[in-house]
Protein backbone atom coordinates (compact mmCIF):
# COMPACT_ATOMS: atom_id res chain seq x y z
CA UNK A 1 0.00 0.00 0.00
CA UNK A 2 1.73 3.78 -1.10
CA UNK A 3 2.40 5.65 1.56
CA UNK A 4 -0.40 8.30 0.21
CA UNK A 5 -2.85 5.70 0.29
CA UNK A 6 -2.01 5.17 4.44
CA UNK A 7 -2.40 8.73 5.03
CA UNK A 8 -5.67 9.61 3.43
CA UNK A 9 -7.03 6.32 5.74
CA UNK A 10 -5.06 7.80 8.80
CA UNK A 11 -6.77 11.80 7.63
CA UNK A 12 -10.53 9.52 7.08
CA UNK A 13 -10.01 7.92 10.40
CA UNK A 14 -8.68 11.53 12.48
CA UNK A 15 -12.47 12.90 10.64
CA UNK A 16 -14.12 10.25 12.12
CA UNK A 17 -12.71 10.95 15.68
CA UNK A 18 -14.08 13.80 15.55
CA UNK A 19 -17.73 13.54 13.76
CA UNK A 20 -18.66 10.36 13.18
CA UNK A 21 -21.92 8.72 15.24
CA UNK A 22 -20.16 7.09 18.15
CA UNK A 23 -16.77 8.24 18.77
CA UNK A 24 -17.03 11.85 20.47
CA UNK A 25 -14.79 11.79 23.19
CA UNK A 26 -16.82 12.80 26.25
CA UNK A 27 -15.70 16.02 28.36
CA UNK A 28 -12.40 15.26 30.75
CA UNK A 29 -12.43 15.39 34.31
CA UNK A 30 -12.07 18.63 36.33
CA UNK A 31 -13.36 20.41 32.79
CA UNK A 32 -15.64 23.29 33.59
CA UNK A 33 -19.37 23.14 32.84
CA UNK A 34 -19.80 24.65 29.13
CA UNK A 35 -22.78 27.49 29.17
CA UNK A 36 -26.57 27.09 27.50
CA UNK A 37 -29.40 28.32 26.83
CA UNK A 38 -32.18 26.01 26.01
CA UNK A 39 -35.77 26.12 26.20
CA UNK A 40 -37.46 23.56 28.45
CA UNK A 41 -40.95 22.01 29.04
CA UNK A 42 -42.63 24.27 31.46
CA UNK A 43 -42.15 27.43 28.07
CA UNK A 44 -39.00 28.89 29.91
CA UNK A 45 -35.31 29.17 28.69
CA UNK A 46 -32.73 27.81 30.98
CA UNK A 47 -29.04 28.72 31.54
CA UNK A 48 -26.08 27.46 33.42
CA UNK A 49 -26.36 30.95 35.58
CA UNK A 50 -29.75 29.76 36.61
CA UNK A 51 -28.33 27.49 38.67
CA UNK A 52 -25.33 29.03 40.35
CA UNK A 53 -26.49 28.89 43.67
CA UNK A 54 -26.39 25.01 43.42
CA UNK A 55 -23.84 22.81 45.29
CA UNK A 56 -24.09 20.10 42.83
CA UNK A 57 -25.37 20.48 39.05
CA UNK A 58 -26.15 17.15 37.86
CA UNK A 59 -26.76 17.48 33.96
CA UNK A 60 -28.61 13.83 32.39
CA UNK A 61 -28.96 13.66 28.84
CA UNK A 62 -31.71 11.32 28.24
CA UNK A 63 -34.57 11.41 25.15
CA UNK A 64 -38.19 10.22 24.88
CA UNK A 65 -37.72 7.26 22.74
CA UNK A 66 -35.15 5.10 24.09
CA UNK A 67 -36.22 2.32 26.24
CA UNK A 68 -33.17 2.71 28.37
CA UNK A 69 -34.06 6.23 28.80
CA UNK A 70 -37.66 4.85 29.37
CA UNK A 71 -36.66 3.16 32.30
CA UNK A 72 -34.22 5.48 34.03
CA UNK A 73 -37.18 7.71 34.25
CA UNK A 74 -38.48 6.86 37.70
CA UNK A 75 -34.71 6.47 39.33
CA UNK A 76 -34.00 10.54 37.61
CA UNK A 77 -37.00 11.30 39.54
CA UNK A 78 -36.03 9.87 42.32
CA UNK A 79 -32.57 11.43 42.39
CA UNK A 80 -34.42 14.86 41.99
CA UNK A 81 -36.53 14.09 45.05
CA UNK A 82 -33.57 12.42 47.00
CA UNK A 83 -30.94 15.35 46.86
CA UNK A 84 -32.53 17.92 45.80
CA UNK A 85 -33.09 19.50 49.59
CA UNK A 86 -29.17 18.78 49.41
CA UNK A 87 -28.38 21.47 47.34
CA UNK A 88 -28.47 19.22 44.43
CA UNK A 89 -30.28 20.33 40.50
CA UNK A 90 -30.81 17.54 38.30
CA UNK A 91 -31.65 18.49 35.12
CA UNK A 92 -32.41 16.21 32.11
CA UNK A 93 -31.34 17.39 28.31
CA UNK A 94 -32.42 15.80 25.41
CA UNK A 95 -30.28 16.43 22.01
CA UNK A 96 -32.16 13.95 20.01
CA UNK A 97 -33.56 15.27 16.48
CA UNK A 98 -37.30 14.59 15.91
CA UNK A 99 -36.91 14.45 12.07
CA UNK A 100 -33.74 12.11 12.89
CA UNK A 101 -36.17 9.04 14.10
CA UNK A 102 -36.84 6.47 11.97
CA UNK A 103 -40.63 4.48 12.61
CA UNK A 104 -38.67 1.22 13.71
CA UNK A 105 -36.78 3.33 16.29
CA UNK A 106 -40.16 4.53 17.88
CA UNK A 107 -41.08 0.93 18.47
CA UNK A 108 -41.01 1.37 22.31
CA UNK A 109 -42.22 4.83 22.74
CA UNK A 110 -45.65 6.74 22.61
CA UNK A 111 -44.14 10.05 21.37
CA UNK A 112 -41.04 11.05 19.36
CA UNK A 113 -38.32 13.86 19.98
CA UNK A 114 -39.63 17.26 19.67
CA UNK A 115 -40.44 19.56 22.06
CA UNK A 116 -44.34 19.02 22.11
CA UNK A 117 -43.37 15.32 22.79
CA UNK A 118 -40.88 16.21 25.45
CA UNK A 119 -43.89 18.17 27.15
CA UNK A 120 -46.52 15.49 26.22
CA UNK A 121 -44.07 13.05 28.07
CA UNK A 122 -43.07 14.84 31.29
CA UNK A 123 -46.83 15.59 31.98
CA UNK A 124 -48.38 11.73 31.21
CA UNK A 125 -44.51 10.41 33.62
CA UNK A 126 -45.13 13.76 36.30
CA UNK A 127 -41.72 14.93 35.60
CA UNK A 128 -40.67 17.33 38.02
CA UNK A 129 -36.89 18.15 37.06
CA UNK A 130 -36.30 20.28 34.25
CA UNK A 131 -36.49 19.04 30.99
CA UNK A 132 -34.38 20.54 28.49
CA UNK A 133 -34.56 20.36 24.63
CA UNK A 134 -31.40 20.96 22.41
CA UNK A 135 -32.32 18.82 19.27
CA UNK A 136 -32.35 21.95 16.92
CA UNK A 137 -28.07 22.52 17.35
CA UNK A 138 -27.11 20.10 19.69
CA UNK A 139 -24.86 22.39 20.80
CA UNK A 140 -24.43 21.33 24.81
CA UNK A 141 -24.15 17.55 23.65
CA UNK A 142 -21.73 18.32 21.58
CA UNK A 143 -19.45 20.61 23.93
CA UNK A 144 -19.84 17.59 26.46
CA UNK A 145 -19.13 15.02 24.04
CA UNK A 146 -22.24 12.95 24.47
CA UNK A 147 -23.24 9.42 22.63
CA UNK A 148 -25.11 7.27 24.00
CA UNK A 149 -28.23 8.28 26.35
CA UNK A 150 -28.66 7.99 29.03
CA UNK A 151 -25.16 9.89 29.86
CA UNK A 152 -25.02 12.02 33.32
CA UNK A 153 -22.86 14.69 34.14
CA UNK A 154 -22.06 15.74 37.53
CA UNK A 155 -20.37 18.68 38.51
CA UNK A 156 -19.52 20.04 41.79
CA UNK A 157 -20.27 23.86 43.32
CA UNK A 158 -17.32 25.19 41.06
CA UNK A 159 -18.41 23.58 38.06
CA UNK A 160 -15.83 21.22 37.54
CA UNK A 161 -16.60 18.38 36.30
CA UNK A 162 -16.38 15.29 38.83
CA UNK A 163 -17.99 12.29 37.11
CA UNK A 164 -19.45 11.22 33.99
CA UNK A 165 -20.94 8.01 32.63
CA UNK A 166 -24.11 5.55 33.90
CA UNK A 167 -26.50 6.63 36.13
CA UNK A 168 -26.60 2.94 37.64
CA UNK A 169 -24.89 -0.52 36.50
CA UNK A 170 -28.46 -1.97 34.72
CA UNK A 171 -30.91 -1.04 32.99
CA UNK A 172 -33.47 -3.31 34.81
CA UNK A 173 -33.43 -1.30 38.56
CA UNK A 174 -33.77 -4.93 40.40
CA UNK A 175 -30.28 -5.95 39.03
CA UNK A 176 -28.85 -3.19 40.21
CA UNK A 177 -25.29 -3.50 42.26
CA UNK A 178 -23.50 0.18 41.96
CA UNK A 179 -25.40 3.50 41.94
CA UNK A 180 -22.76 5.33 40.46
CA UNK A 181 -24.43 8.67 40.10
CA UNK A 182 -25.26 8.60 43.96
CA UNK A 183 -22.37 7.82 45.06
CA UNK A 184 -20.63 10.53 43.02
CA UNK A 185 -23.10 12.88 44.49
CA UNK A 186 -22.66 12.27 47.70
CA UNK A 187 -18.82 12.15 47.41
CA UNK A 188 -18.75 15.64 45.56
CA UNK A 189 -21.30 16.77 48.87
CA UNK A 190 -19.06 15.42 51.30
CA UNK A 191 -16.09 17.36 49.95
CA UNK A 192 -14.26 14.17 48.99
CA UNK A 193 -12.90 12.47 46.24
CA UNK A 194 -15.15 10.71 43.21
CA UNK A 195 -13.92 7.46 43.79
CA UNK A 196 -14.74 6.40 40.12
CA UNK A 197 -14.66 9.34 37.90
CA UNK A 198 -15.83 7.29 34.59
CA UNK A 199 -18.04 4.70 34.07
CA UNK A 200 -18.79 3.00 30.34
CA UNK A 201 -22.39 4.30 29.20
CA UNK A 202 -24.87 1.75 27.73
CA UNK A 203 -27.99 2.74 25.93
CA UNK A 204 -30.10 4.14 22.82
CA UNK A 205 -27.50 5.96 20.38
CA UNK A 206 -27.82 10.09 20.26
CA UNK A 207 -27.96 10.32 16.28
CA UNK A 208 -26.13 13.37 15.27
CA UNK A 209 -26.63 16.34 12.44
CA UNK A 210 -27.18 16.72 10.01
CA UNK A 211 -28.07 12.74 9.51
CA UNK A 212 -31.48 11.79 8.53
CA UNK A 213 -30.74 9.46 6.34
CA UNK A 214 -32.57 6.57 8.00
CA UNK A 215 -36.06 7.78 7.94
CA UNK A 216 -35.99 9.29 4.88
CA UNK A 217 -34.36 5.67 3.62
CA UNK A 218 -37.31 3.87 5.86
CA UNK A 219 -39.99 6.12 4.46
CA UNK A 220 -38.71 5.37 1.20
CA UNK A 221 -39.29 1.39 1.15
CA UNK A 222 -42.61 2.13 2.56
CA UNK A 223 -43.84 3.89 0.12
CA UNK A 224 -42.90 1.14 -2.24
CA UNK A 225 -45.01 -1.56 -0.43
CA UNK A 226 -47.94 -2.43 -2.59
CA UNK A 227 -51.45 -1.06 -1.49
CA UNK A 228 -54.29 -3.47 -1.38
CA UNK A 229 -57.99 -3.74 -0.92
CA UNK A 230 -60.05 -6.07 -0.57
CA UNK A 231 -64.08 -6.20 0.22
CA UNK A 232 -65.41 -7.51 3.34
CA UNK A 233 -68.79 -9.32 3.87
CA UNK A 234 -70.57 -10.55 6.93
CA UNK A 235 -68.74 -13.37 6.99
CA UNK A 236 -65.21 -12.08 6.85
CA UNK A 237 -66.26 -9.20 9.90
CA UNK A 238 -67.16 -11.62 11.69
CA UNK A 239 -64.11 -13.23 11.57
CA UNK A 240 -62.13 -9.54 11.59
CA UNK A 241 -63.96 -9.29 15.13
CA UNK A 242 -62.23 -12.68 16.68
CA UNK A 243 -59.23 -11.33 15.64
CA UNK A 244 -57.41 -13.72 13.08
CA UNK A 245 -54.17 -12.74 13.15
CA UNK A 246 -52.66 -13.76 16.50
CA UNK A 247 -51.01 -10.36 17.29
CA UNK A 248 -52.85 -7.26 18.95
CA UNK A 249 -54.76 -5.97 16.34
CA UNK A 250 -56.26 -2.26 15.94
CA UNK A 251 -59.54 -2.17 13.82
CA UNK A 252 -60.64 1.76 12.07
CA UNK A 253 -63.61 1.81 10.76
CA UNK A 254 -63.64 4.70 8.65
CA UNK A 255 -65.09 6.45 5.48
CA UNK A 256 -64.21 8.73 2.57
CA UNK A 257 -66.68 10.90 3.37
CA UNK A 258 -66.00 11.26 6.64
CA UNK A 259 -63.75 14.58 7.39
CA UNK A 260 -62.47 13.56 10.88
CA UNK A 261 -61.67 9.70 9.75
CA UNK A 262 -59.59 11.26 6.22
CA UNK A 263 -58.01 13.69 9.31
CA UNK A 264 -56.80 11.07 11.40
CA UNK A 265 -56.12 8.40 9.07
CA UNK A 266 -52.66 9.04 8.46
CA UNK A 267 -51.68 9.07 12.36
CA UNK A 268 -53.17 5.62 12.16
CA UNK A 269 -50.33 4.73 9.43
CA UNK A 270 -47.59 6.27 11.38
CA UNK A 271 -48.97 3.86 14.51
CA UNK A 272 -49.17 0.59 12.54
CA UNK A 273 -45.47 1.81 11.09
CA UNK A 274 -44.26 2.28 14.26
CA UNK A 275 -45.38 -0.90 15.96
CA UNK A 276 -45.90 -3.51 13.18
CA UNK A 277 -42.50 -4.86 13.85
CA UNK A 278 -43.60 -6.13 17.86
CA UNK A 279 -46.56 -8.01 17.10
CA UNK A 280 -49.13 -5.43 16.00
CA UNK A 281 -51.23 -5.81 13.24
CA UNK A 282 -53.32 -2.58 11.89
CA UNK A 283 -56.57 -3.08 9.68
CA UNK A 284 -58.80 -0.13 8.35
CA UNK A 285 -62.53 -0.93 7.42
CA UNK A 286 -64.36 1.09 4.89
CA UNK A 287 -67.83 1.80 5.11
CA UNK A 288 -68.12 3.54 2.09
CA UNK A 289 -70.61 2.33 -0.55
CA UNK A 290 -68.79 -0.38 -2.54
CA UNK A 291 -69.30 1.86 -6.00
CA UNK A 292 -66.68 3.86 -4.62
CA UNK A 293 -63.92 1.98 -4.37
CA UNK A 294 -62.14 3.76 -6.74
CA UNK A 295 -62.18 6.47 -4.70
CA UNK A 296 -60.92 4.19 -1.75
CA UNK A 297 -58.04 2.53 -3.32
CA UNK A 298 -57.37 6.15 -4.75
CA UNK A 299 -56.94 7.65 -1.09
CA UNK A 300 -55.30 4.70 0.46
CA UNK A 301 -52.75 5.05 -2.05
CA UNK A 302 -52.30 8.13 -1.65
CA UNK A 303 -51.42 7.69 2.39
CA UNK A 304 -49.27 4.75 1.29
CA UNK A 305 -51.52 2.56 3.50
CA UNK A 306 -49.76 -0.87 3.12
CA UNK A 307 -51.73 -2.23 6.26
CA UNK A 308 -54.26 -4.80 5.81
CA UNK A 309 -57.07 -2.78 4.18
CA UNK A 310 -61.15 -3.63 3.56
CA UNK A 311 -64.17 -2.60 2.16
CA UNK A 312 -67.87 -3.35 3.09
CA UNK A 313 -69.09 -5.53 0.25
CA UNK A 314 -72.54 -4.22 0.51
CA UNK A 315 -74.45 -1.23 0.59
CA UNK A 316 -76.09 -2.74 3.91
CA UNK A 317 -74.30 -0.54 6.03
CA UNK A 318 -75.82 -1.39 9.23
CA UNK A 319 -75.92 -4.84 8.42
CA UNK A 320 -72.08 -5.32 8.13
CA UNK A 321 -71.85 -3.46 11.30
CA UNK A 322 -73.93 -5.39 13.23
CA UNK A 323 -72.08 -8.72 11.20
CA UNK A 324 -68.61 -7.61 13.03
CA UNK A 325 -69.96 -6.62 16.58
CA UNK A 326 -74.17 -6.14 17.62
CA UNK A 327 -73.44 -3.75 20.04
CA UNK A 328 -70.89 -1.16 17.52
CA UNK A 329 -71.85 2.45 17.03
CA UNK A 330 -73.16 2.84 13.61
CA UNK A 331 -71.12 6.64 13.37
CA UNK A 332 -67.12 6.63 11.81
CA UNK A 333 -64.85 6.79 13.07
CA UNK A 334 -64.58 3.65 15.13
CA UNK A 335 -60.85 2.27 16.48
CA UNK A 336 -61.08 -1.03 18.48
CA UNK A 337 -57.79 -2.45 20.12
CA UNK A 338 -58.42 -6.27 19.81
CA UNK A 339 -56.20 -8.26 21.98
CA UNK A 340 -55.34 -11.96 20.44
CA UNK A 341 -57.82 -13.83 22.32
CA UNK A 342 -60.67 -11.32 21.22
CA UNK A 343 -60.80 -8.97 24.12
CA UNK A 344 -61.24 -5.59 23.65
CA UNK A 345 -59.02 -3.31 25.34
CA UNK A 346 -59.02 -0.15 24.04
CA UNK A 347 -62.25 1.77 21.84
CA UNK A 348 -63.13 5.23 20.65
CA UNK A 349 -65.93 6.68 18.79
CA UNK A 350 -65.03 10.33 17.12
CA UNK A 351 -61.67 11.36 17.01
CA UNK A 352 -58.44 9.63 18.63
CA UNK A 353 -56.41 10.26 20.80
CA UNK A 354 -53.25 9.36 19.89
CA UNK A 355 -51.60 9.20 22.97
CA UNK A 356 -53.88 7.26 24.92
CA UNK A 357 -54.10 4.76 21.97
CA UNK A 358 -50.59 4.41 21.86
CA UNK A 359 -49.80 3.94 26.01
CA UNK A 360 -52.85 1.10 25.26
CA UNK A 361 -50.84 -0.55 22.62
CA UNK A 362 -47.42 0.17 24.67
CA UNK A 363 -49.40 -1.56 28.01
CA UNK A 364 -49.93 -4.73 25.77
CA UNK A 365 -47.78 -5.58 23.80
CA UNK A 366 -45.10 -8.25 24.96
CA UNK A 367 -41.57 -7.84 26.74
CA UNK A 368 -38.92 -8.95 24.33
CA UNK A 369 -35.51 -10.23 25.44
CA UNK A 370 -33.75 -7.00 24.49
CA UNK A 371 -36.48 -4.74 26.03
CA UNK A 372 -37.16 -5.96 29.21
CA UNK A 373 -39.92 -4.74 32.32
CA UNK A 374 -41.30 -2.46 29.37
CA UNK A 375 -44.73 -3.55 29.27
CA UNK A 376 -45.13 -3.28 33.44
CA UNK A 377 -43.41 0.41 33.05
CA UNK A 378 -46.70 1.23 30.62
CA UNK A 379 -49.35 -0.94 32.63
CA UNK A 380 -48.92 1.06 35.74
CA UNK A 381 -50.03 4.47 34.10
Request: hydrophobic letters at 40%.
Amino acid sequence: MSRLLIRGWIALLLLCAVGCGGSSRPLAIGSPAPDFSLPGVDGKTHSLAEYASSRVLAVVFTCNHCFAAQMYESRLRKLHEDYGNKGVSLIAVNSDRADAIPFSDLAYSDVGDSLADMKARAAYHHLDYPYLYDGDAQALSSKLGVDTLPHIFVFDEQRKLRYQGRIDDNVNESLVKTRDARTAMDAVLAGGRVPVERTRVTGCTLRRLPDVSAPQEELAKIEAEPVALQMADEAALKKLRTNPTGKLLLVNFWATWCGPCVTEFPELQTTYRMYRTRGFDFISVSSDDPDDKPKVIDFLKKNHASSTNMQFATPDTFGLQAAFDPAMPAAVPFTLLIAANGDVLFQQLGELDFLKLRRAILANLTDDKDHPGLQALWSVH
